[in-house]
């Protein structure tokens, strides 16, 4: 498979029409033809009908512009458009499930504060926490979570948006 | 009904159902007619065969469950050979989708990775802009199947009708325009060559670009190759002609693509069986490809100029471009290679040679000589595919229907049917294999009762011919499970349906039993009993490359 290491990550913003079997469609290619997905996320826009999906893949450039044509080849793929060499922005989501000991409990309200994360459910033994960011902002502040442990977490895929000219 | 009408179908192949109760006993009522076939499977080949032939979308109509199934490796196979039919399935009722209702399946599910793409009807409001939109898709920018799911309830209700006179898809604009600026590098590119070469595909017949193809080839005074797909593009009695390219292409065609100093790629796809080895593919090659379909551009072979639109379109241009420009600097030089490239074609010409058994070579010769070249020909699939391809000369687009892409063996026969009423009055023979043939024989009820006057010839060699072959050279001649001894006796299947029945077991009797055949006003099994171990040559082992051809 062409899932390597060395291949650089590509964030591709779709607008489809917002029809039954549209994301099978397109999860269907990936798969049908050997592509690798590493996070899919799909919301409706502003206008009616028409959804944003962002994938991120990590494949060679060449099997990139294979995947961007194929996209663009389903009859409900509105546009394909791939964020390389223009600068966006990125954003994830996670909720994380962390111990929370009581001589714990300082220390990660310390870190929620520095990672402008936000506590969002207080339970006897554990904290939930909300955090947005991009990917290398979220893995660093997991990384500080786990000694404490991490029960569970639910991470979203990747949503981006081309930035404005200044 | 209204929009079948309108889109001109005058034929459908299909087979009744519960699902489809309602939708029949409308279609009755019209004067669009209806082939009953005997399989579902047969139903989508002969859509298929009709839309080949004719160049109009071939349309079937099956039941839910197991009748949509039967229907899938049709659609497969249209959808490899990007040929446009629409295919309607039945479904159960909206409220019962979901349930695991009595013949219901998933079909839009089965089928959203072969077809181009495919419906559900959920509200019959949107079912006449629905089968539009499904036409308009199936013959524009690179054709293919597409399926509408037909659940129960929705062809129960009816609605006013309202005439839809555009489709308009936001997310569908196929490129029939060339970029002007890419023409002219694909014009300076043919003044550099010294050595070009013309590779055509099944995009010439499909977008009815032949005529502009042969005027190109002689403006620029290059050979021409094409695929198995790309038959009858370019007329084989033309002597810039080389034959097939490809695992059993010509030693010419092979040759050639391997020297060439240009290759113009037009309406192809690079397949594996075309290439082999891909690194080594027209390697001293600069390569031009033109094409409707951007994702076929630079998939398995980098171009160097890629043209995106549709054949015919571009050919126009570049030929009207070739206008302007003086003679000798397009077509100048040529000699050399003109000379190298008819050298390889006098030095190693397709051969084989007879003796006391029938050679599956020599009836097809002699098919093509008593149907002076002017037939439909189908294929099922194996060595009698590539012995059609390479012993019958093609001179027209539209005359050649094989399963190219998938290789579907069972294909032959229906499409003949298919491509037979399409065209009534033209002589359509389907060169068969013994193994192939019996996968689809069932529709010799549907030949007999329309009376489709389709010719069979089995090249009977009692062997899954070309598998044994594979075995013959790369499994030491262990012929695991490819002997076909037991048969029937096609003469007499033939007469228990009702058709007739000849056979052949001496070269001498090759001719009166095609002869015969071709007198006889209804459908004919010709039974041609040939020699068993012939194989199919030149051939270049998968993967190899292409000049690394195993000859006789
Ligand atoms: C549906 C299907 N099953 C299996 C194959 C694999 N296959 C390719 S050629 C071939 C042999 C065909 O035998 P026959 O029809 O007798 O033709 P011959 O090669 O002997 O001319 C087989 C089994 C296929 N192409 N299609
Ligand atoms: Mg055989």
Redesign the interface.
């Known amino acids: 498979m062409s899932n390597n290491e060395n291949n650089q990550k590509h964030i591709l913003s779709l607008l489809v029409e917002n029809e039954p079997g549209v994301l099978t469609r397109i999860a269907g290619l990936f798969s049908g033809r050997g592509f690798n997905i590493e996070s899919l996320s799909v919301a409706e826009t502003t206008e009616p009908k028409v959804s944003r999906v962002t994938i991120v893949t990590r494949e060679d450039v060449n099997i990139l512009e294979q995947i961007k044509k194929q996209l663009n080849k389903l009859m409900n793929v509105i546009k394909v458009l791939d964020f390389k060499g223009m600068p966006f922005v990125q954003r994830e989501l996670a909720l994380i499930k962390v111990r929370a000991r009581p001589e714990h409990r300082a220390e990660i309200l310390r870190m929620v504060d520095i990672f402008r994360s936000r506590v969002v459910d207080v339970g006897a033994e554990y904290y939930t926490m909300e955090i947005t960011g991009d990917e290398d902002k979220i893995a660093a502040f997991l990384e500080l979570l786990r000694p404490m442990g991490i029960k569970e977490i639910a991470k979203t895929g990747s949503v981006a948006l081309a930035r404005e000219k200044k | 009904m209204k929009v079948l009408h309108e889109e001109g179908v005058d034929t459908i192949f299909g087979y009744p159902g519960g699902a489809v109760l309602d939708t029949y006993d409308e279609l009755v009522k019209t004067d669009i007619k209806h082939i009953l076939v005997r399989h579902e499977q047969g139903a989508v080949h002969a859509a298929d065969g009709y839309a080949r032939a004719s160049g109009k979308v071939g349309v079937c109509l099956v039941t839910s469950g197991p009748g949509a199934t039967n229907t899938v490796t049709g659609i497969a196979s249209a959808y490899m050979d990007s040929i446009p039919i629409v295919v309607f399935t039945g479904q159960v009722n909206t409220n019962l989708i979901g349930n695991d209702a009595f013949q219901e399946v998933d079909i ?2 089965i089928t ?2 072969c077809t ?2 495919n419906y ?1 009807v959920k509200n019959v409001e949107n079912l006449a802009r629905t089968i539009k939109e499904a036409f308009y ?1 199936a013959r524009s920018g690179r054709p293919g199947p597409v399926l509408i799911d037909l659940p129960k309830d929705m062809m129960r209700s009816s609605t006013e009708y309202k005439p839809i006179n555009e489709v308009r ?4 604009n196929p490129t029939y325009e060339p970029n002007m600026k890419q023409l002219d590098r694909v014009i300076s590119l043919i003044k550099k060559s010294r050595k070009p070469l013309v590779f055509a595909g099944g995009g010439v017949i499909l977008s009815g670009a032949s005529g502009e193809l042969k005027k190109f080839a002689h403006v620029i005074k290059a050979p021409v190759t094409s695929t198995l797909m790309g038959l009858g593009a370019f007329p084989a009695s033309d002597p810039l002609w080389l034959g097939m390219i490809g695992m059993h292409g010509t030693y010419c065609a092979n040759m050639s693509s391997s020297e060439c100093d240009l290759l113009i790629g037009i309406g192809v796809r690079f397949d594996d069986r075309v290439t082999g080895k891909t690194s080594t593919f027209a390697s001293n090659a600069k390569i031009v490809h033109i094409d409707i ?3 076929s551009i ?2 398995n072979i980098p171009v160097d100029t890629p043209v995106v639109g549709d054949c015919r379109v571009t050919l126009e241009r570049l030929n009207k471009l070739l206008k302007d420009e003086p003679k000798k600097d397009i077509s100048g030089h040529r000699e050399p290679w003109l000379d190298q490239v008819m050298k390889w074609k006098e030095t190693r010409p397709l051969t084989y040679t007879q003796k006391d058994i029938i050679k599956p070579q020599f009836v097809i010769e002699k098919i093509w000589e008593l149907t002076k070249g002017e037939a439909i020909i189908s294929t099922e699939v194996g060595q009698n595919q590539m012995w059609s391809a390479q012993y019958y000369r093609f001179d027209k687009p539209n005359t050649f229907i094989t399963s190219g892409g998938l290789g579907c063996m069972g294909f032959g026969f229906p499409a003949a049917i298919g491509a037979q009423v399409a065209f009534p009055d033209r002589v359509v023979i389907d060169i068969a294999g013994d193994g192939s043939i019996q996968m689809n024989i069932q529709e010799m009820a549907t030949a007999v009762q329309y009376n489709l006057p389709v010719k069979i010839a089995i090249l009977n060699n009692r062997y899954l011919g070309m598998v044994r072959q594979w075995q013959e050279l790369f499994y030491e001649r262990s012929y695991a499970h490819t002997e076909m001894d037991h048969a029937p006796d096609f003469v007499k299947l033939a007469e228990a349906f009702g058709a007739a029945g000849l056979r052949a077991t001496k070269p001498e009797e090759v001719v009166p039993v095609i002869e015969k055949a071709l007198s006889i006003n209804k459908p004919v099994i010709m039974d041609f009993v040939v020699e068993r171990e012939e194989g199919v040559y030149p051939m270049v082992p998968a993967g190899a490359d292409i000049t690394e051809m195993l000859l006789v």
């Open positions: 839009v599910g959203r990775p181009k793409h559900l898709i898809l936001r997310a569908y379909d951007p994702t630079s998939k």
